[in-house]
């Protein structure tokens, strides 16, 4: 725990000033509620026995209000530059978290849910940033008021200040019981909320299907067994705040009355004059509400350190693929790629998608891989651009292992056109400059030409400043698919991958489509995974690929000679 919070310290760097002008005004503020209740007692027990008090009254009246005026700008500073301060250390966090999420692999991606991972960098970072602003300026007022108010308290009647401070002990020891059941009741609250944040990302993500297949009463039934463990999750931590707070607020209504009784007793026996009593119920409050304070703040902690906690968590996973110490920058790559023995399984213990797999696809050469569903052929792929890493052997690109070149340098030399395209909800023209963010409109115009979209994008009603909507709702699969090509077309790699690129369109969308496939390939090493198998007849080399790795290979007609497994898969 000590190294968690040197390092959460650690964000206050950047905001010293900040800090500490924030922790200033903070003692100036508890100072101010020190010395009121001091002019108080000395107008009650001097200023009103002077012959003429009104002018010493007036100027005493003068000196508070100045003193309420200063309290009351501490109090602004500390609302608000202090709140500023800790925005713009959740905004700190929320780049150093999300620049994380970008560099952990698909991996760490297949084992996720959306939901948690947002509310992680949500609802977690908001409660720890509330601790880095309000926690150690609460700490140092209730300190000053705490001792302050003991140290004035005990000059004016120390048997009477025993008395207030005796309520103390049952006080904290009540905190000290309630601590440990707090932390995981908010620990328990706040993983429902990332569950209900996952749900809800889930069924509006898949509005579609739900309306397609009229679950909507199901989708309901899900959110609302969710909402509920969110509602019992919370009911929990509330129980423990009604304790808390209650049982607080009985012991400083205690604390009013034990003193109140004391000091009765002790001016019958003359031993306090009645104007000590009145600061001494003028000061309970400066010991209870530092009291108070404290106790919030260990509610205040558990939220933000259990928030704090469940960042590390993330912060601490070591993406699995990234670059070598070692790693090099290819330039005037040609494309010709080597997979040599290669193996591969997604976890430790599952059975191997790939295994000893030998390759040699030349620069420029257009490769086709079949087979059926498990075999390995997105895998296959997959591993060129260090989706993930290969278990056994290596992958070459120009006679360089894959794992010695810097990951972005490698995956610039590659395109891939996916099935399933994901386009942001931007216009036409920003999806388009995605696959190379610093061309100009011009070139995107040309990419766009080239991917045959060009024709439609100018038909849309505000053409390339169409919105297209969250992932390209309001265009048709071929229309998704040829700007996924303009893309590739902008990024100009030497190294193509096409996964099953056309499965999903109809005939006319198809061809068209294919015809853009086609002159994006040119010139440039293509994988091409096809589920149509008429789609890649005029493939150079088809590979078969299986459980058991690639059992055939050939051209169209050569394969179809063989009889074999090919063409099995041709006839289906």
Known sequence: M???????????????????????????????????????????????????????ILKLAVLMLGLVVLEAFCNFYQAYYGHIMGAKMERDMRAEIFEHYQKLSFHFYDNQKVGQLLSRITNDLFEISELLHHGPEDVVISLIKFVGSFIILCTINPALTLVTFAFLPPILIYAFLLNGRMKRAFKLRREKIADINT??????????????????????????????????????????????????????????????????VMMTNGRLELTDLITFLLYINNFTEPVKKLIDFTEQFQNGYTGYERFLEIMNVDPDIKDAPDAVKLSDVK?????????????????????HVDL?????????????????????????????????GRILIDGTDIRKVQLKNLRDQIGIVQQDVYLFAENVMENIRYGRPDATDEEVIEAAKRANAHEFIVELPNGYETDIGQRGVKLSGGQKQRLSIARVFLKNPPVLIFDEATSALDNESEKIVQESLEKLAKNRTTFVIAHRLSTIRNAE????????????EGTHEELLAKNGIYAKLYRK
């Open 2 to 56: 000590k190294e968690k919070m040197k390092q959460l310290a650690n964000y206050y760097k950047p905001y010293r000033f900040l800090f500490w002008s924030d922790m200033v005004v903070a003692v100036i503020g508890a100072g101010i509620t020190l010395v009121i209740p001091l002019i108080v007692r000395y107008i009650t027990n001097h200023v009103i026995h002077l012959e003429n008090p009104l002018p010493m």
């Open 199 to 264: 749900q809800i990302e889930d069924s509006l993500a898949g509005i579609r299907a739900v309306k397609s297949f009229g679950n909507e009463e199901i989708e309901m039934e899900k959110f609302a067994q969710g909402n509920e463990a969110f509602v019992d999750s919370k009911r929990i931590s509330y129980r423990y705040m009604g304790l808390y707070h209650s049982g607080l607020g009985a012991m400083t209504t205690m604390v009013t009355i034990g003193v109140l009784v004391a000091g009765a």
């Open 335 to 355: 494309g010709d790629i080597t997979f040599e023995d290669v193996s591969f399984r997604y976890e430790e213990g599952l059975d191997k998608v790939l295994s």
């Open 360 to 392: 040699k696809v030349h620069a420029g050469e257009y490769l086709a891989i079949v087979g059926s569903s498990g075999g390995g052929k997105t895998t296959l792929c997959s591993l060129i651009p260090r989706f993930y890493d290969v278990d056994e």
């Open 541 to 552: 080399r088809i590979l078969v690929l299986t459980e058991k790795g690639i059992e055939e």
